[in-house]
């Protein structure tokens, strides 16, 4: 069980407390038996136990201030043991505050010094009284005594503590009055209350107190922008009335300028002279205010402050910015005009009309601008775009402001022009024309076709082919003869040309380009077979078999120059190849029969005698021109004979068939003209070509 009871500190001994007997309901006679005993959880016995009464009583002086301190509650703890049967109760003695201690201050005496020029509202504190006291016993409030010059005000701590200060109403004149006598209370909340005195001795203190005053509160000034290091800005003038070192006036730049400020300005401490030491940008302040103080030398100083007004005028100082919003370096050559190809910012720093930017690009260039809006220009393709006629583009944008002189920028933007495929491949020649010899070696290369094509990259790879198409024979496909490299364009034969079967070909080549879709062209190719000399002259009369002679008949009357025959020979070449000449190679008798070069007729030379042979045998060899020169042989035997009627008949026969090889002789000279001649065209063609 516990049981709780309330007592004033400094009770006298003996002092009542509680009845615990009353308080547990025991008889005070079992209390007795029981042995009570009070046990203190503190080292000083404060109370005591009458075991005949049952009442508690206090034994010593209680302080409450010395028990707790400031604490707001204070309590005592008891305990009693009683025996038979063993049992303990706990007495709890609240010792409540009564007001036995006035405030205190820490002396007697308070000495100030102040200046007679302090300012107005100058708050001087006082050390506070102390009290031990708690609640309303300790200290509320002070009071100071009547006087003209000062006010007390009492700060409070949110713990509750007072704090006293003197405040400055009235100015002081230490001329009039050089000491101020006052008196502070403190006072408690007791009652009745209790207080203390602290008396406060002021020593007003001479000052310098006269200030420097500036001829006039503030100052104007005006600067070009970049003025040079040194330029004096303006000159400042302050006056002390007083005396020495009160009167010796020092400038400076306050503290309130900010230390961008300090570094643009500076001023002479002596002459006051204000000069720019660092750089003036308009773009960057366009007006500066400097804070200035003057102060004097005397203890305290005394200053005083005014302000300079700088304006700073715009010169054109700036050239216009050139910024892209958007741009693109790669463009199609296929783009319609009016494509916008970058987005461009101006912009310039300088104020008015040097801060009004124009951009302008070369006329010459296939882009122009376009003014969206102030400040903003588009880039565009005025005309149509080539990139084979030129590929690549360095625009040069120039922006310039109004100012005078104006200032100017250029900034260059490559532009490259994407390829599309919009050329077709292009053949060196529109046709092309090629003297081949027959018999030429497979594979050979008879011509290489050659195309260009502006294009570039994959629109410009090349392909070649041949097409199918009608030749002298229009049944002719070129090519199961020729082929062609796709990417070299040579021309090669897959067989040997006989110039006898074919003496002209032509074809087309076609080439495309890599594009999609591809372009295409085509040329012509003229192939004209070349005559080699590779056919011995035929004898086409007389007939003969490989080991027999032809024979003829005369007669021994026979008179030169009679035709005795004609050799009619043909060879398959043409031209000089097919030239041919006969010549008597062997004769049984020389000088009896000759042979016509050209004609390969056989005439009798002279009269035939008695003495010639009855049988002669002619070899004669037909010879073509070529180079080398072929040939063939053929053998003639005349039989010299007397004939009868019908022997001459026979005779007349052979001569009515030597009358017809004039004849062969006319169509064999014919055909040999017409072969001769298609060969001399060619020729001439291609030596036009040539040229």
Same mark, same amino acid.
């Given at each position: 069980?516990?049981?709780?009871?309330?007592?004033?500190?400094?009770?006298?001994?003996?002092?009542?407390?509680?009845?615990?007997?009353?308080?547990?309901?025991?008889?005070?006679?079992?209390?007795?038996?029981?042995?009570?005993?009070?046990?203190?959880?503190?080292?000083?016995?404060?109370?005591?136990?009458?075991?005949?009464?049952?009442?508690?009583?206090?034994?010593?002086?209680?302080?409450?201030?010395?028990?707790?301190?400031?604490?707001?509650?204070?309590?005592?703890?008891?305990?009693?043991?009683?025996?038979?049967?063993?049992?303990?109760?706990?007495?709890?003695?609240?010792?409540?505050?009564?007001?036995?201690?006035?405030?205190?201050?820490?002396?007697?005496?308070?000495?100030?010094?102040?200046?007679?020029?302090?300012?107005?509202?100058?708050?001087?504190?006082?050390?506070?009284?102390?009290?031990?006291?708690?609640?309303?016993?300790?200290?509320?409030?002070?009071?100071?005594?009547?006087?003209?010059?000062?006010?007390?005000?009492?700060?409070?701590?949110?713990?509750?503590?007072?704090?006293?200060?003197?405040?400055?109403?009235?100015?002081?004149?230490?001329?009039?009055?050089?000491?101020?006598?006052?008196?502070?209370?403190?006072?408690?909340?007791?009652?009745?209350?209790?207080?203390?005195?602290?008396?406060?001795?002021?020593?007003?203190?001479?000052?310098?107190?006269?200030?420097?005053?500036?001829?006039?509160?503030?100052?104007?000034?005006?600067?070009?922008?970049?003025?040079?290091?040194?330029?004096?800005?303006?000159?400042?003038?302050?006056?002390?009335?007083?005396?020495?070192?009160?009167?010796?006036?020092?400038?400076?730049?306050?503290?309130?300028?900010?230390?961008?400020?300090?570094?643009?300005?500076?001023?002479?401490?002596?002459?006051?002279?204000?000069?720019?030491?660092?750089? =003036?940008?308009?773009?960057?302040?366009?007006?500066?205010?400097?804070?200035?103080?003057?102060?004097?030398?005397?203890?305290?100083?005394?200053?005083?402050?005014?302000?300079?007004?700088?304006?700073?005028?715009?010169?054109?100082?700036?050239?216009?910015?050139?910024?892209?919003?958007?741009?693109?370096?790669?463009?199609?050559?296929?783009?319609?005009?009016?494509?916008?190809?970058?987005?461009?910012?101006?912009?310039?720093?300088?104020?008015?009309?040097?801060?009004?930017?124009?951009?302008?690009?070369?006329?010459?260039?296939?882009?122009?601008?376009?003014?969206?809006?102030?400040?903003?220009?588009?880039?565009?393709?005025?005309?149509?775009?080539?990139?084979?006629?030129?590929?690549?583009?360095?625009?040069?944008?120039?922006?310039?402001?109004?100012?005078?002189?104006?200032?100017?920028?250029?900034?260059?933007?490559?532009?490259?022009?994407?390829?599309?495929?919009?050329?077709?491949?292009?053949?060196?020649?529109?046709?092309?024309?090629?003297?081949?010899?027959?018999?030429?070696?497979?594979?050979?290369? =008879?011509?290489?076709?050659?195309?260009?094509?502006?294009?570039?990259?994959?629109?410009?790879?090349?392909?070649?082919?041949?097409?199918?198409?009608?030749?002298?024979?229009?049944?002719?496909?070129?090519?199961?003869?020729?082929?062609?490299?796709?990417?070299?364009?040579?021309?090669?034969?897959?067989?040997?040309?006989?110039?006898?079967?074919?003496?002209?070909?032509?074809?087309?080549?076609?080439?495309?380009?890599?594009?999609?879709?591809?372009?295409?062209?085509?040329?012509?190719?003229?192939?004209?077979?070349?005559?080699?000399?590779?056919?011995?002259?035929?004898?086409?009369?007389?007939?003969?078999?490989?080991?027999?002679?032809?024979?003829?008949?005369?007669?021994?009357?026979?008179?030169?120059?009679?035709?005795?025959?004609?050799?009619?020979?043909?060879?398959?070449?043409?031209?000089?190849?097919?030239?041919?000449?006969?010549?008597?190679?062997?004769?049984?008798?020389?000088?009896?029969?000759?042979?016509?070069?050209?004609?390969?007729?056989?005439?009798?030379?002279?009269?035939?005698?008695?003495?010639?042979?009855?049988?002669?045998?002619?070899?004669?060899?037909?010879?073509?021109?070529?180079?080398?020169?072929?040939?063939?042989?053929?053998?003639?035997?005349?039989?010299?004979?007397?004939?009868?009627?019908?022997?001459?008949?026979?005779?007349?026969?052979?001569?009515?068939?030597?009358?017809?090889?004039?004849?062969?002789?006319?169509?064999?000279?014919?055909?040999?003209?017409?072969?001769?001649?298609?060969?001399?065209?060619?020729?001439?063609?291609?030596?036009?070509?040539?040229?």
């Amino acid at each position: 069980a516990q049981i709780r009871y309330s007592i004033p500190e400094e009770l006298t001994r003996g002092a009542f407390v509680g009845n615990i007997a009353k308080d547990l309901g025991t008889d005070v006679a079992k209390l007795a038996a029981a042995n009570l005993q009070v046990l203190s959880d503190s080292d000083s016995q404060y109370f005591s136990v009458n075991v005949n009464t049952g009442v508690i009583m206090v034994s010593e002086r209680i302080d409450r201030e010395q028990l707790c301190g400031q604490n707001p509650r204070c309590f005592l703890h008891l305990k009693l043991a009683i025996e038979n049967p063993v049992e303990f109760y706990r007495i709890e003695v609240e010792i409540l505050d009564i007001n036995d201690n006035p405030p205190e201050f820490p002396g007697d005496e308070v000495s100030l010094r102040i200046y007679e020029l302090a300012s107005l509202g100058a708050r001087f504190p006082i050390q506070p009284a102390q009290d031990p006291d708690v609640g309303t016993n300790t200290l509320q409030t002070y009071h100071l005594s009547a006087n003209e010059n000062f006010n007390l005000n009492v700060k409070a701590r949110t713990d509750g503590g007072k704090f006293p200060e003197l405040v400055l109403e009235r100015a002081l004149d230490r001329e009039l009055r050089a000491f101020h006598h006052l008196v502070l209370t403190a006072e408690d909340g007791g009652s009745p209350p209790q207080s203390s005195k602290t008396h406060i001795t002021i020593q007003v203190l001479d000052a310098n107190d006269n200030h420097p005053v500036f001829d006039r509160p503030s100052y104007g000034a005006r600067l070009v922008e970049n003025s040079p290091l040194g330029t004096l800005v303006v000159k400042l003038n302050a006056t002390d009335v007083d005396e020495g070192p009160n009167g010796d006036i020092r400038y400076s730049l306050s503290s309130h300028n900010s230390a961008a400020l300090r570094q643009i300005f500076a001023i002479d401490e002596q002459t006051g002279e204000i000069r720019v030491q660092g750089n =003036l940008d308009f773009e960057e302040a366009t007006v500066y205010e400097i804070e200035v103080e003057a102060k004097d030398m005397g203890s305290p100083t005394m200053e005083e402050h005014c302000s300079v007004v700088v304006e700073i005028t715009d010169v054109n100082d700036n050239a216009p910015e050139v910024i892209l919003t958007s741009f693109s370096s790669s463009l199609s050559e296929d783009a319609p005009p009016g494509t916008v190809v970058a987005v461009i910012h101006v912009r310039d720093r300088d104020s008015g009309e040097q801060g009004k930017v124009q951009c302008h690009v070369s006329p010459d260039l296939p882009f122009q601008l376009r003014k969206d809006y102030e400040h903003q220009y588009s880039l565009l393709t005025s005309t149509r775009l080539d990139r084979e006629h030129v590929a690549y583009y360095n625009v040069t944008v120039s922006a310039s402001d109004l100012g005078s002189p104006p200032l100017s920028r250029h900034t260059i933007l490559p532009i490259a022009l994407a390829d599309v495929n919009d050329n077709a491949p292009q053949f060196e020649q529109e046709s092309y024309e090629v003297l081949v010899a027959e018999n030429n070696p497979v594979g050979s290369v =008879l011509v290489t076709v050659s195309a260009a094509d502006p294009d570039s990259e994959q629109n410009s790879r090349l392909s070649y082919s041949i097409l199918r198409a009608g030749g002298t024979d229009p049944g002719l496909d070129p090519t199961r003869y020729l082929s062609i490299h796709p990417t070299s364009g040579q021309v090669s034969a897959k067989f040997p040309f006989d110039y006898e079967q074919t003496t002209y070909l032509q074809f087309h080549v076609e080439v495309s380009d890599g594009g999609s879709p591809a372009l295409r062209n085509r040329t012509l190719v003229h192939v004209f077979v070349v005559d080699q000399n590779d056919n011995a002259p035929q004898v086409h009369f007389p007939r003969a078999g490989e080991d027999s002679a032809t024979q003829f008949r005369i007669s021994p009357s026979t008179t030169p120059p009679a035709l005795i025959t004609k050799v009619v020979a043909i060879d398959a070449d043409s031209g000089r190849n097919a030239w041919l000449s006969y010549h008597l190679v062997e004769a049984t008798v020389p000088g009896l029969f000759s042979v016509a070069l050209r004609s390969g007729e056989i005439r009798i030379t002279r009269a035939l005698q008695e003495t010639d042979a009855s049988a002669h045998e002619l070899l004669v060899v037909v010879r073509d021109a070529g180079e080398p020169p072929l040939s063939t042989a053929v053998t003639l035997v005349v039989l010299v004979e007397e004939k009868g009627p019908e022997a001459l008949q026979g005779s007349e026969a052979q001569a009515a068939d030597g009358g017809g090889l004039p004849t062969i002789t006319l169509y064999l000279i014919v055909s040999l003209v017409l072969i001769s001649t298609v060969s001399l065209v060619g020729l001439a063609a291609l030596g036009v070509r040539c040229l």
